[in-house]
């Protein structure tokens, strides 16, 4: 058999339902009835080959005749075994009596709770398989309806005011269950029990196995606005009592919630949306009057009157998007809150994907730091954060650009533009999960935004070609020797030693080197010339 992905949503079809539904088939159940109960997604027909069955996903009545098991050199019991444990609901066979069947078989299911099944050796199980589908089809058809008209029921109680409690205490009473709803740190904020029902007592902390040892279970949902986790849902009921109208109903109910909820955090998300415009305005200088700026940040508690420095994050344009609540789907929290211990006057914005920061560069009564302290302190930050995690495993990859200080309102923009620039030059030269300095960056700030030009590599090829053809080895012996030089600023013995050569060595290949090139070394202009096409070669590997 071929078990297939995890299953759908199961339907809320059981197989006592299937039992009535073939009763006039003749159909008996002979065995295995403490699992009358289980769900039924779909009816399947043994093949004459095997794989017996196809695509299994659980949930499926098993059909079958007595005959079939002889030509696949199978037995019955075996095979209610491997039935139950790919996740069948029950077994339907085509047999001509019971003794047929065997005890063992009949043993076997009743000890599984795997519904054994009898059908008349007459029996078409090709048209029971078409039966049996198309009630379960309308079946979940039907469920799907009385979910929507109680989802319909739930959102006219949130347009009349009802709130989070009358929407849960409608919703406990039609599905006859237990409602609880909890904050983002699973406090209880809410608990409404069915008709004529107790209320449940409640430990500050609910674990699944707290509900088991009173024989219930709970299903639990998130309830989010805007991708963010802002409470859960449960139902808490009888295990058997969930299905597939349960699963629908909690779709269609956190929305209603998400609203309820969100009308009650209204002021703040009228602040945030206001924060937001205002961080905005100041990145991108959208503002008439610098004066009035300065008053709209003050009031939302920054004052951008001190020197500033932009600051952002982002993840690898790659990275999946994590489930919300997940360590990985919290790494600009976790980023932000890492900030505002460093800088707690910043103002950070933190999305999915991106984090942004005015991180002041000086405290009321210090100078304002440089660039390269501030990319230390962020350095430090960083590598805190990866140390913390472990294995790399709770964050996603992600780069950090920063632009140089502003020293007043009018300077931001620019700094948030360096900022960018920082960022998307240093990940194209140095790669993924690093910081950039837009003021370390040197000449690649020019050669950057000369990439594509054919003077640029015009440049590159008439500096560097007649090294890169004279390299019959193809190892780049010499242009690594003409970094190497320049990286020890023309002095002989640290580049020798640096690049593990013997002196004279290092001479033959410089001599090579002024050889082809027909120049010496000393020349300035040829020293600048060289070193500029080694940074496009850099940009060019790209």
Known sequence: MEKSSPPSPTSSASVRNILTLLASRDAQLVAGAGGLERRVTWSSRMRARLPAFESVHGGELALFALSQLRRLDENLPHLLKSLHQEGFAAVAVAAPSLESLGNEACTIADQLHFPLILLPPSASLEVIEREVITFVVSFRGEIERKASELSHQLMQLSIQGAGIQGVSEHLARSCNQWVIVEDTEH????????????????????????????????????????????????????????????????????????????????????????????????????????????????????????????????????????????????????????????????????????????????????????????????????????QSQGSNASLPVYSGGLGRTAKNLQDIPRSFREAQQALEIGRRLFGENKLHSFAQLGIYRLLFHLDGHSELAEFYQETLGPLLNADTRGDGTLIETLEGFFRCNGNLSETARTMHLHRNSLLYRLGRIEEILGRSLEDAELRLSLQIALKIRHLLKE
Not at 212 to 220: E, P, T, V
Not at 248 to 277: H, M, T
């Open 187 to 386: 406090h209880i904020r809410l608990q409404a029990a069915p008709t004529d029902a107790y209320a449940l007592t409640l430990p500050p902390t609910l674990t699944d196995e707290l509900f088991r040892s009173q024989d219930l279970a709970r299903i639990m949902v998130p309830i989010l606005i805007r991708h963010e986790v802002v409470g859960y849902l449960s139902l808490v009921g009888k295990d058997s009592d969930f299905d597939y109208l349960e699963r629908i109903i909690l779709g269609q109910v956190v929305p209603i919630l998400a609203l309820e909820f969100a009308r009650e955090k209204e002021r703040s998300e009228v602040e945030s949306r206001y924060q937001l415009e205002a961080f905005m305005d100041v990145l991108q200088g959208n503002y008439q009057q610098p004066e009035e700026m300065l008053a709209r940040a003050r009031l939302l508690g920054y004052d951008l009157a001190t020197p500033q420095v932009v600051a952002i994050f982002e993840t690898l344009p790659t990275e999946p998007d994590h489930p919300p609540g997940t360590p990985r789907a919290q790494w600009s929290k976790r980023i932000r809150d890492e900030l505002l211990r460093a800088w707690p006057a910043a103002w950070v914005l933190s999305e999915p994907r991106r984090v942004m920061a005015l991180l002041p560069a000086s405290d009321n009564n210090s100078s304002p730091e440089s660039e390269n302290a501030i990319l230390t302190r962020l350095e430090r930050l960083h590598t805190r954060l990866q």
